[in-house]
């Protein structure tokens, strides 16, 4: 007789894949991707290459299938820390300041992430513009909520902009300090989308937006 499966569990190969991914996330993060092995891989992930090879066709997509899944995990961040009653520039700074704090809280991960995946050709370009759309969208659903303010192109530039941030500190070695950004990409927002419309769901007492 077959044991009751436990209402909400993980099934043993979604948790494999988990295990894989949290295994290419380490490895990665010690090595670096070239370095990195499958067999360095699937040791640290407790599980055998058949199991690697039944959920991905090689390395490097097990690394965009990470890289898909952490930056999923910060926009989660990013949309859940929206307040819908304030004025757009504020909800944009402080979804922007939890969006920075999270990637800060694994700067060895966003590290490896931000900088490895430039070296993916153009499997890892294709991963990286599919990342920013899903940003851009999030301004352009935010921003645009109360009257058309950002067009998609000034979406993706600021998108664009926050992410050369974001690399250039890591470069300089502060990727534990992404929330001091929090400033300067709120600023680079509201420059591309210029002044924002009356909006008659704000509240009365809502903070008047920031000027640029």
Not at 30 to 58: N, P, W
Request: aromatic share 4%; proline share 7%; glycine share 6%.
């Amino acid at each position: 007789m077959k044991p009751k499966s436990t209402p909400g569990a993980p099934s043993v190969p979604h948790e494999h894949r988990a295990r894989l991914l949290q295994a290419m996330a380490a490895v990665a993060a010690e090595q670096g991707l070239a370095a990195a092995s499958i067999a360095a891989v699937v040791a640290r992930a407790g599980v055998s290459k058949r199991t690697f090879y039944e959920h991905f066709a090689d390395k490097d997509a097990c690394f965009l299938a990470l890289y898909r899944a952490a930056s999923a995990s910060a926009l989660r961040t990013l949309r859940e820390s929206v307040q819908p009653e304030r004025p757009w520039q504020d909800q944009v700074e402080h979804a922007l300041g939890a969006y920075l704090a999270h990637l800060a809280a694994g700067p060895e991960l966003i590290r490896m992430l931000f900088v490895e995946i430039h070296h993916l050709g153009p499997a890892g370009a294709a991963v990286r513009r599919e990342v920013m759309q899903h940003l851009a969208d999030y301004m352009l659903d935010t921003i645009n909520a109360c009257g058309v303010v950002l067009s998609p192109t000034m979406a993706m530039a600021a998108v664009g902009g926050i992410h050369e941030l974001v690399l250039q500190s890591i470069e300089r070695g502060e990727a534990a300090q992404l929330e001091a950004l929090t400033p300067t990409a709120s600023a680079v927002v509201r420059l591309l989308a210029g002044a924002p419309p009356a909006c008659g769901n704000q509240k009365a007492n809502s903070p008047p937006g920031r000027a640029v």
